[in-house]
């Protein structure tokens, strides 16, 4: 069983985008987080987002509103982030509180500033191989993939979740990446039926545990993107500890998926500015 760590796809990629930073000069790079409400998921990113910005050399402002907000309130400080020249990134976290309408939201966000990818406009370039920006944590699957040398071609690819950020873009690029792609989600009848046919599974359901060993089959590559409090504790979508005995590579949570997110982050505030 080889463990697909993170940190070495991570520290690859902020190695080649260092050197095309360093050309750009004096100029501050910055990037902006959106951040409502108390969802555990969210807070962690915010966290960790910072920190390695702020490491990178990046700007980084984080706009915090209570829970209590109101959804206009929440759009008007969206479109302050877009008026500000200084700010080239814009990255409003999921999910929002419920009285959030985030369809509404986030087709107020400039897509020249969307780089996690979230606006009707990038998700069509995105669907359509067009280019735009794609979801960071849908790049961060395809980066451990191609590092650790996983083909993907002529591969099952089994997607547990069907979200805008992650279930529905991994689906689409490892299509692109010339994958057999299923589909499934929380209303799918005997998931375990499909999952265990995945030659490659990728959880993204945000339920801790969800994909048990029995779920499987017998040396499949497991991409864990779940990141959920259980006890107190992080863990992520996939029973690690017993399907770290069927399958022949798996990602960590933490430590996987979510610590190339950030990276992913950081190339995509890059391509904002220089755009
Ligand atoms: N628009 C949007 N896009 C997202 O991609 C998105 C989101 N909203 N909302 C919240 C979730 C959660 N998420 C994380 C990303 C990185 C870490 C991360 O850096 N994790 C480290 C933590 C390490 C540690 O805990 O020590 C790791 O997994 O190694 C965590 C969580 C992205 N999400």
């Given amino acids: 069983m080889i463990e697909l760590r993170g940190k070495a796809v991570a520290d690859a990629h902020k190695e080649a985008l260092q050197d095309?930073?360093?050309?750009?000069?004096?100029?501050?790079?910055?990037?902006?987080?959106?951040?409502?409400?108390?969802?555990?998921?969210?807070?962690?990113?915010?966290?960790?987002?910072?920190?390695?910005?702020?490491?990178?050399?990046?700007?980084?402002?984080?706009?915090?509103?209570?829970?209590?907000?109101?959804?206009?309130?929440?759009?008007?400080?969206?479109?302050?982030?877009?008026?500000?020249?200084?700010?080239?990134?814009?990255?409003?976290l999921m999910p929002m509180p419920k009285h959030i309408d985030t369809e509404v939201l986030i087709d107020a966000l400039?897509?020249?500033?969307?780089?996690?990818?979230?606006?009707?406009?990038?998700?069509?370039?995105?669907?359509a191989g067009k280019g735009g920006?794609?979801?960071?944590?849908?790049?961060?699957?395809?980066?451990?993939?191609?590092?650790?040398?996983?083909?993907?071609?002529?591969?099952?690819?089994?997607?547990?979740?069907?979200s805008q950020v992650i279930g529905k873009p991994v689906a689409f690029m490892t299509l692109a990446a010339h994958g057999t792609v299923t589909i499934c989600h929380s209303r799918t009848p005997d998931l375990a039926n499909y999952v265990k046919q995945g030659d490659i599974v990728i959880a993204a359901a945000?339920?801790?545990?969800?994909?048990?060993?029995?779920?499987?089959?017998?040396?499949?590559?497991v991409i864990d993107v779940g990141i959920n409090e259980l006890n107190g504790k992080t863990v992520g979508d996939v029973d690690y500890d017993a399907v770290k005995e069927i399958a022949s590579a798996i990602t960590p949570v933490p430590g996987g998926v979510g610590s190339v997110t950030t990276t992913m982050m950081l190339e995509a505030v890059y391509e904002a500015y220089h755009a």
């Avoid at 794609?134 to 961060?140: S, W």
């Fill in 206 to 221: 945000g339920r801790p545990h969800m994909i048990t060993a029995d779920m499987i089959k017998p040396g499949a590559v």
């Fill in 20 to 92: 095309k930073i360093a050309a750009v000069g004096d100029a501050v790079i910055t990037m902006a987080v959106l951040l409502v409400g108390s969802d555990h998921g969210a807070h962690m990113y915010a966290t960790f987002m910072e920190k390695t910005a702020k490491n990178f050399g990046y700007g980084f402002v984080l706009r915090e509103l209570p829970e209590t907000v109101s959804h206009d309130e929440v759009v008007t400080a969206l479109r302050e982030l877009n008026d500000d020249d200084t700010v080239h990134g814009i990255l409003p």
């Fill in 133 to 162: 920006f794609a979801p960071c944590t849908a790049k961060a699957c395809m980066a451990i993939l191609d590092h650790y040398g996983i083909p993907v071609e002529g591969k099952h690819v089994v997607v547990v979740g069907r």
């Fill in 110 to 127: 400039d897509p020249k500033k969307d780089i996690d990818g979230l606006t009707t406009y990038n998700i069509g370039l995105v669907t």
